[in-house]
């Protein structure tokens, strides 16, 4: 298939000549046809209706001769009729048997074809006429049309008229290629728009003419020149978000540069956005140990910088093999934040020192104060030491949950202004703190308002609603999420109300997937239920020979047994999730070993050869469940059974991969996946045939993936349309055992 759709123009302008061609030659072949069919037609009745003349001309001529038996006359007669065109031979036959005949010994010009003159004389049949005189029969004229001859004229108009159907086709392709050169060649133009757009630069684009192309290009020109106009929008926005965003962001490759740096993390640093591309991020912020190889990331770290405070958070980014391949930095300019803290404590420490003086004054207090009077001095300074310690302590602890805590807080103060936000409300609805701190209720419902999704379209929010239920709201930025807004009572008079913000994306997604899973799941179980429930109902209801009776009970048991499949592997996919590996029995085992015995136990289809192994010699030890790990082989060698159905060899390879890991490649050489089909291969009940002619329930890839994740491995996937698929398993290598040789030896055997 591939090659024959290589063999079509490339070009626009040469596929929709090719198929003009194509329609022309199909019209002007059908004409061809029906008039060929119509003069063949035509040619046969003319020579019938031309014999039955000649025959009433010759009649009486030759019943005259017949009467006194003059057969001279009637030869020459004869030789008058063949000498017409038409006609190849002419006989007479009297009642004795005696028989004149005369044929015609030229040949047509141009000389025909001998099927055509074989099929014409298939069809055309002597004219035979009957000479009576007196109501006494003579005997029998006979004329044969020359067939030769009619089928020559055929053939004459035949290759007339394929000369003019090659001209007439060639002479319409040429008069069309040059308007479709002019009105197809129009579409550079989006070629060049699109060059344009990518350009980038901030520079405007003009937009295309639409005046000198045809009505379908010109609306195709004006979608292009929207679209290209809404990019150019979406840029412009794009860039006022990412220049809104109160942290600043910048992606560190693995040798520490910045690759990527917003507007604000110039600013904080006190340089532009690109000056700051290349260079090492050690270098740029020295306060930090950053090390972007590491597996571990860190957030909440505080520095000084000049007169700025912030705050840094960094977050590891992995490659899909599980190395790290850089990381993300944020900035916060906390210094807002950090002077409030210090006032607080100061105001604080300015307390305790107050009630300690006065502690010390009033115990100083008269020459001779009692033993009484001196306890409950010192009590009483106890109590406000304790006091101000848990006060602190509280403080502190309220900090640390509201820097953890992903939800959002907004306090409002007595004339409900906001008054305090918590560091999450910045990341999930990114306002920064100087743009919400002092809003009124309705500036800050208009300031949310604005990172609505379709805004336009929703119910404008009002927080005292918020009271009797929470609304659930779809954001538009910073990105595209789900949050819940709720107003809760302050509980006092200073504060006396509190916004609560919640992500609540996650568990709408959950509930989709459920969703989507549990609709999935009842349609497969469905399948052969319906089958079942049918074929019972005919065993029920009719009565069927033994023969058909024991067909249909195998087709119930087949799909009996169908259905335990899809069960067996939806509680055994579901006892993972649930015990989470907690049932795996992990220990040391040969991976040689173990995928020899895998293959061995392996039931290969019948006609098929059995997988093609390729094992190191040195002995290989990972820390697994054998039989979850064998569970997972066998899920793998079944599918490329299975999805090779044309045959082909399956190959199962063992190879270290780096140091500490290992791999476990099965390749097939059957149908493939496209790379749409690939990203979905480890979704439950997805399959790439489509067509249900192999069997399966799609859970396999899931449970190997499941399984081999607890395991602390990795599942890749590598395919090819029409050229196979190879699933690789990647393992953590561990020490050898005690016991290595011996163990090793049995494995080998």
Known sequence: MAAFIALFPRSLVGRVLLLYMAALTLLVTLAFGIFIAYEFNSSLEDAEADS??????????????????DYDTIKRTLDRAIAHPLFQRAAFIDLKGGRIEV????????????????????????????????GRDYGVTRLTPWGERIAADIWQVVRLAMLFSVVGTLAGGALVWWPLRRWLGQLDRVRDLGARLQQGGGQAIQPMRTDEAPLEFQRTFEIVNQVAASLQAERAQAAVTLASIAEGVATVNRAGDVVLANPVLG???????PALLGRAVA??????????????????????RGEQVLEASLAPVRSEQGE??????????VSKQQALEDRLRAELDTRAHAMQAMSELLGSAGSAPSAAH????????RQVGDMV??????TDQLHAIFNLTPDGFISFDAERRVQYVSPACALLTALADRDVLGRDEAGLEDLLQGRFAEAGTQRPLRLQELRDEPRIMRMARPMPRILSFALHDGGGAETPQLLHIRDVSQQFEVDRLKSEFLTTAAHELRTPMTSIFG???????????????????????????AMMDILDELLDLARIESRHALDFQFRPAALQGLVRQTVGDFGVPEGREPPALALPEAPLWVHVDTGKLGQALRNLLSNAYKYSPGGGGVALRVAPNGPGHVDIEIEDHGIGMTPQELERAAERFYRADKSGAIPGTGLGMAIVKEIVELMGGSLHLRSEPGRGTTATLRLRLTAAPATAPATSAAGAA
């Open 324 to 333: 790290a391949a850089g990381a993300v930095l944020v900035l916060r300019d």
């Open 389 to 394: 310690a848990r006060l602190r302590r509280q």
């Open 103 to 134: 044929v015609r010994q030229d040949h047509p010009s141009p000389t025909p074809p001998d099927w055509l003159v074989a099929r014409i004389a298939a069809q055309l049949e002597p004219a035979n006429a009957t000479i009576s005189v007196g």
């Open 267 to 273: 600013r904080l640093l006190g340089s532009s956005s």
């Open 52 to 69: 039955q003349a000649m025959l009433a001309m010759l009649a009486p001529a030759m019943a005259d001769s017949a009467v006194i038996g």
């Open 374 to 381: 001196s306890n409950a001095i010192e009590q009483l300074s």
């Open 535 to 561: 074929f019972t109902e005919l065993l029920i209801h009719r009565e069927h020979p033994p023969k058909t009776q024991r067909e249909l009970l195998q087709r119930v048991h087949r799909q009996s047994r």
């Open 283 to 304: 270098e740029l912020l020295p306060e930090l140990d950053i090390d972007p190889a590491a597996d571990t990331g860190w957030q909440g770290r505080r520095f000084e």
